[in-house]
């Protein structure tokens, strides 16, 4: 019945491409799916993100669209440059990292080599991408992350969209990376680091997709796979043990999770059986409290400005999870740099 640590999952996103930048996502996805799960499998990280037929779809409706909006009626200053003229470019890190998106960066590549074709009554080879390093591992400054060769202007043009890709999920990735070596590290080290939804619009799967790469976890990817049942919903509920009632009514398969501010209020949570009970903002004395508390089959999460010193003091035995937005709000994007290489 839990969706924490569920396959990563679609709302179904759909949206206008530029003509010449539509995909055909159905043909593609198998080759995208072989391309993910061979990335996945040379990772540093165990836990990793299930490849689902959903962020398949979603990462050529995340391209298209940043496409679109960067390209408009078309890149003006790549005109500048012969038709048929080809380069290779390298891309650098200028930070320390945990590289992240590699799969967007492709796409980025695949989109544009497919929409120049079309607007090209000559062959157009297609842009090769030399990856130097792997999805998930931890990189240094200066270090080489992947050579591209092909036509100059498809190169420039997607610049800034593969490079914007990679640095908010590299990002993402790597906040998650610390986090979950300060799990690791702590006296629990069973605990499991959850994400949130507090996502960047429009790169929810992408981000939860970077948290995993990280080694943290994903918590509800969206408002439909679970329920949790906060101050404002147990207000208009009646109650705890109503709200919970009602969700069982409504979705008897749907994990249901209650957030509540008082060990009073645990205890109610407790008493109508939810399956998770997220403890907002509870001092580490009230954690250690728990010990004495028969939370039957309940699984405890806590949140609530998450730091490292707060990881430590709430790795007691009866935490089960540690929920934080600061994973993907919480970011600096990677510095990266592209340039024409002889």
């Known amino acids: 019945m839990s969706s924490i640590n569920a396959a990563i999952i679609s709302p179904g996103v759909t949206g206008p491409a530029t003509q010449g930048l539509k995909t055909q996502t159905q043909t593609h996805n198998a080759t995208l799916k072989q391309t993910i799960e061979k990335l996945m499998a040379s990772t540093e990280q165990a836990q990793l993100p299930t490849v689902s037929d959903d962020i398949l779809a979603d990462i050529p ?19 500048l440059i012969p038709q048929q003229q080809r380069a290779s470019a390298l891309v650098i890190s200028r930070d320390q990292a945990v590289i992240c998106g590699r799969p967007w960066v492709d796409e980025v590549f695949r989109q544009l080599d497919s929409a120049t074709a079309k607007q090209t009554d000559e062959p157009l080879e297609s842009t090769q991408i030399e990856w130097h390093i792997n999805e998930g591992e931890s990189v240094s400054p200066n270090q080489k992350l992947f050579t591209l060769h092909g036509n100059t202007r498809v190169l420039l043009t997607g610049e800034r969209a593969a490079l914007n890709f990679l640095q908010t999920l590299s990002a993402t990735a790597t906040t998650a990376r610390q986090y979950a070596d300060i799990s690791l590290n ?60 009602k969700a069982r009514e409504i979705a008897a398969d749907k994990l249901v999770e209650v957030e509540v501010e008082t060990l ?55 935490v089960d999870f540690i929920s934080s937005g600061s994973i993907t709000k919480h970011i600096r994007a990677v510095d990266l740099s592209m340039r024409l290489v002889d």
């Open 61 to 79: 409706h995340c391209v298209a669209r940043a496409l679109e909006e960067d390209i408009g009626s078309g890149d003006i200053t790549a005109q």
């Open 264 to 318: 009073a209020e645990l205890h109610q949570a407790l008493a109508a059986k939810a399956d998770v009970v997220m403890l907002d903002n509870f001092s580490p004395a009230d954690i250690e409290a728990l010990s004495s508390i028969d939370l039957g089959e309940t699984k405890i999460e806590v949140s609530g400005d998450i730091t490292e010193e707060k990881i430590n003091a709430y790795s007691h035995g009866a």
């Open 186 to 245: 702590s006296a629990n080290s069973q605990i499991k680091i959850l994400d949130t939804r507090k996502t960047i619009p429009g790169l929810r799967l992408a981000q939860k997709y970077a948290a995993a790469v990280g080694g943290c976890q994903n918590h509800r990817i969206g408002l439909y796979d679970a329920f949790l049942i906060k101050e404002n919903h147990i207000a208009a509920c009646g109650g705890i043990g109503q709200a919970i009632a």
